[in-house]
């Protein structure tokens, strides 16, 4: 029995020992080391060749060089036709609109024809004094002696004197009659609007059926469009010269303009520094004040390579871009740039046309 024990013991050292005595090359390896890689989705971007252009946006102003606000000179009377519509071309004394009259162009075409009617009277009462005075001075000259001479011409004096006091009397009348007129004239124009110069119909009111005047209320304007203007002011009218032709951008469309001097328009200049920029074809509908934009070049790199800007990152004094090496991993790699606008920036060295890098 003692025996059996000791050969039992002799197999357990001998397995436990076995262990140890394994070649070297039948170990099992270690986990090996695995390049870090991101997790993160990254946005891309691709290099890309064009023109890559640095621009300024620049705020305008329109301003009529000429211009008039109109109103009626009453309130309270309903409107009875309006002439013209905004962008009309008008010419000075053109009628615009009328309030209603209410009779008063009947009263007046009363009292001018009153005024012909004495007028003609007055015409024809110094007619009837030439032919007169002429027979008077008939019997004058057919006198054979003083006392007969003398009758012809008292007689002569008389009827003069009495033709004298009807002109005078039938003058008179007319003078009433002309203020008569006037005044009949004046109470009509009263209710009308006329413009006093050339131009176009740059704000017209709207009027609905039924729609009465307010003496403090703008109804139209007109403007000299040919010699309207938009300015710039500031520092940014630095950056305009003359000839310069431009396009202005204003209700969602494009319109182009030249770079004028303003004398050539008959204009006095501003105070502070301004740029003046006349529309090639004029906007009757453009009404003062109304704002524009200007996208001025001021620097342009032509078949260049270049990225967003968002991509290129700079970090001290170096400029980098970032990218997915052929594992997946992010890495970087310095480049050279030169213009930058703000969204683009040109890519002198480091990338090649169509590469693929982080925008982020």
């Not at 310069?244 to 209700?251: A, F, K, Q």
Request: proline share 2%; glycine share 6%.
């Amino acid at each position: 029995m003692r025996g059996k024990h000791i050969v039992s013991l002799l197999c357990l050292v001998m397995l436990l020992s076995g262990c140890g005595l394994m070649p070297q090359e039948a170990r099992l390896p270690q986990a090996p080391v695995v390049k870090e890689v991101e997790d993160a989705q990254h946005t891309m971007t691709t290099v890309m060749r064009g023109d890559v252009v640095l621009t300024q946006n620049v705020r305008c102003q329109y301003k009529p060089a000429k211009s008039e606000s109109l109103s009626f000179s009453i309130s309270g009377e309903l409107v009875e036709k309006v002439y013209v519509q905004p962008g009309d071309s008008v010419e000075a004394g053109d009628l615009l609109a009328q309030l209603e009259m209410g009779g008063l162009e009947e009263s007046l075409i009363q009292e001018q024809n009153t005024l012909e009617r004495l007028s003609l009277d007055l015409e024809q009462l110094s007619e009837q004094k030439d032919l007169a005075l002429r027979k008077a001075q008939v019997y004058i000259n057919a006198a054979t002696d003083w006392s007969s001479r003398q009758d012809a011409n008292d007689q002569y004096a008389r009827t003069e004197t009495d033709y004298d006091l009807k002109i005078k009397s039938l003058e008179d009348s007319v003078l009433i009659q002309q203020k008569k007129v006037q005044e009949a004239e004046d109470k009509i124009r009263s209710r009308c609007i006329y413009t006093s110069i050339a131009g176009s119909v740059t704000y017209m009111r709207s009027f609905e059926e039924g729609a009465v005047s307010n003496e403090f209320e703008r109804v139209f304007t007109i403007s000299d469009i040919a010699s309207s203007v938009f300015l710039v002011t500031g520092k940014d009218a630095a950056l305009f010269t003359v000839g310069d032709r431009v396009t202005i951008t204003y209700d969602k469309e494009d319109h182009e303009g030249i770079v004028v001097d303003p004398k050539s328009l008959g204009l006095e200049e501003e105070a502070e520094e301004t740029a003046y920029i006349s529309l090639e074809v004029p906007d009757p509908a453009l009404e003062e004040g109304k704002n524009g934009n200007i996208i001025l070049a001021l620097e342009e790199a032509k078949d260049v390579l270049y990225v967003k800007s968002s991509a290129v990152k700079k970090l001290e004094d170096r400029t980098v871009v970032f990218y997915l090496d052929e594992e997946g991993m992010k890495s970087m790699k310095d480049v050279e740039i030169g213009l930058e606008t703000g969204e683009y920036t040109e890519i002198r060295s480091g990338l090649e046309e169509g590469e693929e890098i982080i925008d982020e």
